[in-house]
Antibody
Framework: QVQLVQSGAEVKKPGASVKVSCKASGYTFTNYGISWVRQAPGQGLEWMGWVSPYKDNTNSAQRLQGRVTVTTDTSTNTAYMELRSLRSDDTAVYYC?????????WGQGTLVTVSS | QLVLTQSPSASASLGASVKLTCTLTSGHSRYAVAWHQQQPEKGPRFLMKVNDDGSHNKGDGIPDRFSGSSSGAERHLTISSLQSDDEADYFCQTWDAGVWVFGGGTKVTVL
């Protein structure tokens, strides 16, 4: 079965960077893109970006462009999301997700706390 | 610009039904929509994808109590025989040129 397993919680200071991983299993990694979505405390879901493991094509939300990078490592079937210049309002749970074949699969989420 | 509109809240009694609506902006009425459930303190769970013709594809293990339908620019999620663990936030989501767009979510309360 499709599984997306994310890295553990992180605490970062303002101005730092964070890199969250998402290890995929149960399907051919290069056949489907991975999206990243975040949810600030008490808020809705915000799409951040997408990466295709097949051709390394990427797309990211305009409001985050310049701060977010999404990548993959096909040797380990792992996707990564790096967010730079962290601010307090980047405190959120970050999710990876895979769509395709009329379905969406979610990772379990990674809490990133930005605090001085 | 594509926007998905959801009512902030809905409620129904235990064992009853509730119908949630997600409305696509004008000009995007043919888009399919996915519905996701988020129980308190948990991550999102995919429920189903609803197409403009009302056909829908459910996620793994989603009970028959959950169904989808469409009417024009509206995509619906109906939960029948409401149970206490159906109390959750429900988000609709669609795709626009590779970008995921989310509705604001509907909080369902089971009375």
């Amino acid at each position: 079965q499709v599984q997306l397993v994310q890295s553990g919680a992180e605490v970062k200071k303002p101005g730092a960077s964070v890199k969250v991983s998402c290890k995929a299993s149960g399907y051919t990694f290069t056949n489907y893109g991975i999206s990243w979505v975040r949810q600030a405390p008490g808020q809705g879901l915000e799409w951040m970006g997408w990466v295709s493991p097949y051709k390394d094509n990427t797309n990211s939300a305009q409001r985050l462009q310049g701060r977010v990078t999404v990548t993959t490592d096909t040797s380990t079937n792992t996707a990564y999301m790096e967010l730079r210049s962290l601010r307090s309002d980047d405190t959120a749970v970050y999710y990876c997700a895979r769509d395709g074949n009329h379905s969406v699969y979610w990772g379990q989420g990674t809490l990133v706390t930005v605090s001085s | 610009q594509l926007v998905l509109t959801q009512s902030p809240s809905a409620s129904a009694s235990l064992g009853a039904s509730v119908k949630l609506t997600c409305t696509l902006t004008s000009g995007h009425s043919r888009y399919a929509v996915a519905w996701h459930q988020q129980q308190p303190e948990k991550g999102p769970r995919f429920l189903m994808k609803v197409n403009d013709d009302g056909s829908h594809n459910k996620g793994d293990g989603i009970p028959d109590r959950f169904s989808g339908s469409s009417s024009g620019a509206e995509r619906h999620l109906t939960i029948s025989s409401l149970q206490s663990d159906d109390e959750a936030d429900y988000f609709c989501q669609t795709w626009d040129a590779g970008v995921w767009v989310f509705g604001g979510g509907t909080k369902v309360t089971v009375l």
